[in-house]
């Protein structure tokens, strides 16, 4: 899961409403990312894993990492 920076800088965004919020989001692209790779069938270690990616998604993230908002 992302770290400290990570919430930072989800918490400095406008519409920040709490950690809960961005969780879900997560888990929404966690989903539709399983879904959309279409491997068949899926662990259960597949369907609790949120992989980075589910939260760096997020338009609150840059598309690398910078110095002001590293991974």
Same mark, same amino acid.
């Given at each position: 899961?992302? @770290?400290?920076?990570?919430? /930072?800088?989800? *918490?400095?965004?406008?519409? +920040? ?6 969780? &879900? *989001?997560?888990? $929404? *692209?966690?989903? /539709?990312? $399983?879904? =959309? =790779? @279409?491997? @068949?069938? %899926?662990?259960?270690?597949? $369907? /609790?894993? %949120?992989?980075?990616?589910? +939260? #760096?998604?997020? *338009?609150? #993230? ?5 110095? &002001?908002?590293?991974?």
């Amino acid at each position: 899961m992302p @770290g400290h920076h990570s919430y /930072k800088r989800c *918490r400095e965004q406008p519409r +920040f409403a709490n950690a809960r919020n961005a969780i &879900e *989001r997560a888990r $929404l *692209r966690h989903a /539709k990312r $399983l879904v =959309d =790779d @279409g491997v @068949g069938a %899926l662990s259960r270690d597949d $369907l /609790k894993r %949120l992989e980075t990616e589910d +939260f #760096f998604a997020s *338009r609150v #993230f840059p598309a690398e990492p910078t110095e &002001e908002h590293p991974r």
